[in-house]
């Protein structure tokens, strides 16, 4: 198993630019979720997922989209790029909720909006 | 809203003992974990504990919680430079959509 993916690694865009950060699982969990990093910050949830085609909001969801078509897959999408959307992106997976050992992070996503 | 608190930073020597310390606000917790992050990684999940404990153990790990102070610790054992690293701790009261993390804790490991 590859575990947790996303890509790109690392990003610049320039304020209004419009992108999609990608991530996706090949464990079939059921749950994903989108979270936000921002230096010496815990991490903020912006959208989660509890199956395909079910998605919802997050703490933070302001300026961001989702869509959950298959298991595997969960894009998050900046649509008008702002500065204050700077920040480390991570993208997890659980089974389901019962299972707490089995939570699995992606290596993130840094992005920087100038 | 919830809120999770660390300290910033910690430094021991390699060989002795780390306690991370952690406090929080939401009474209903049902969960406390901690998670480890290492340079440009994601974030990797260590132990956790249900809130109608006190203490867990794991290999070098020992997890405390004081739930009426609303208190959780995290002692490592013979600490080794591997374990250098950001340490997250978190409460969940609900689903898990109902995380907070705290805002980690950086462990400095002198050799």
């Known amino acids: 198993n590859a575990g947790v993916t996303q890509t790109p690694k690392f990003r610049i865009l320039k304020i209004g630019q419009s992108m999609t950060l990608q991530c996706a699982q090949d464990m079939n969990h059921n749950y994903m979720y989108w979270y936000r990093q921002d230096p010496g910050m815990g991490l903020k949830l912006i959208y989660y997922?509890?199956?395909?085609?079910?998605?919802d909001k997050g703490e933070v969801p302001n300026g961001y989209n989702v869509s959950r078509s298959t298991t595997e897959d969960f894009p998050l999408r900046l649509e008008l790029a702002a500065p204050s959307q700077t920040s480390v992106y991570f993208c997890?997976?659980?089974?389901?909720?019962?299972?707490?050992?089995?939570?699995?992070f992606g290596p993130g996503t840094r992005l920087l909006v100038l | 809203g919830e809120d999770v608190e660390q300290s910033l930073f910690l430094s021991v020597r390699e060989g002795d003992s780390s306690v991370i310390n952690c406090t929080y606000t939401d009474s209903s917790s049902t969960y406390l974990y901690w998670y480890k992050q290492e340079p440009g990684a994601g974030l990797q999940l260590l132990t956790y504990?249900?809130?109608?404990?006190d203490m867990k153990q794991d290999q070098r790990l020992t997890v405390l919680l004081n739930k009426k102070d609303k208190h959780l610790s995290l002692r490592i054992a013979d600490t080794q430079t591997g374990d250098s690293a950001i340490y997250f701790c978190a409460e969940r009261s609900g689903g898990y959509q109902k995380v907070t993390f705290g805002t980690g804790t950086k462990l400095q490991v002198i050799p």
């Open positions: 997922s509890v199956g395909a085609g079910i998605t």
């Open positions: 997890a997976s659980i089974p389901g909720l019962a299972e707490q050992e089995t939570q699995y």
């Open positions: 504990i249900f809130s109608n404990m």
